[in-house]
C-alpha cells in the first residue's frame, strides 16, 4: 500500500503539542501497522511528515484507543472544502476566539458538531 503523506512546515509543526508515529498509533489503538495506515489513506486520521520518517499523527487524535469521536467527519468535510492534509491541521489547531479554543479542542470537548459546521463554512 502506497501512503502518500505531506511534508509539513516548521510553523504548523509547533501548533501540536505531542505527536506520535504510526507504530506508537498503532500500539495505543491495538491494530496493525497496516490497519492503521488504512486509517491514514481513509481521511479517519491525519499524518503529515516531520523532517524525514514516516508520518507522524498529533497525540490529541487519539481518545484511548480509539480516535476521537467527530475527528474523521470533520477531515471528511475539511477534504471536500479543499483544505490538503497540512491546511487542515493547520486550521484544527489554530485557536479561534469565537470557539474559543482551537477547533480541536472544541472537538475533544464534544462541540463537533458545531466544529464541522464552521468547516462546511469554509468550502463556500
Do not use: C, Y
Not at 507522524?56 to 480509539?66: I, K, M, Q, S, W
Not at 477531515?75 to 493547520?90: K, N, P, S
Amino acid at each position: 500500500m502506497t501512503l502518500s503523506v505531506a511534508q509539513i512546515d516548521r510553523e504548523t509543526d509547533q501548533l501540536v503539542e505531542e505527536w506520535l508515529t504510526l507504530p506508537e498509533v498503532a500500539q495505543r489503538m491495538q491494530l496493525s501497522l497496516g490497519r492503521t495506515k488504512q486509517l491514514l489513506k481513509d481521511h479517519k486520521l491525519l499524518g503529515v511528515r516531520r523532517g524525514s520518517g514516516g508520518p507522524h499523527v498529533p497525540a490529541v487524535f487519539l481518545d484511548g484507543n480509539e480516535v476521537m469521536k467527530g475527528l474523521p467527519g470533520t477531515l471528511t468535510v475539511l477534504q471536500d472544502a479543499g483544505f490538503d492534509d497540512v491546511e487542515a491541521l493547520r486550521w484544527l489547531f489554530t485557536p479561534d476566539d469565537s470557539l474559543p479554543g482551537s477547533p480541536i479542542e472544541a472537538i475533544r470537548a464534544g462541540r463537533h458538531t458545531e466544529v464541522k459546521r464552521r468547516a462546511q463554512a469554509l468550502g463556500f
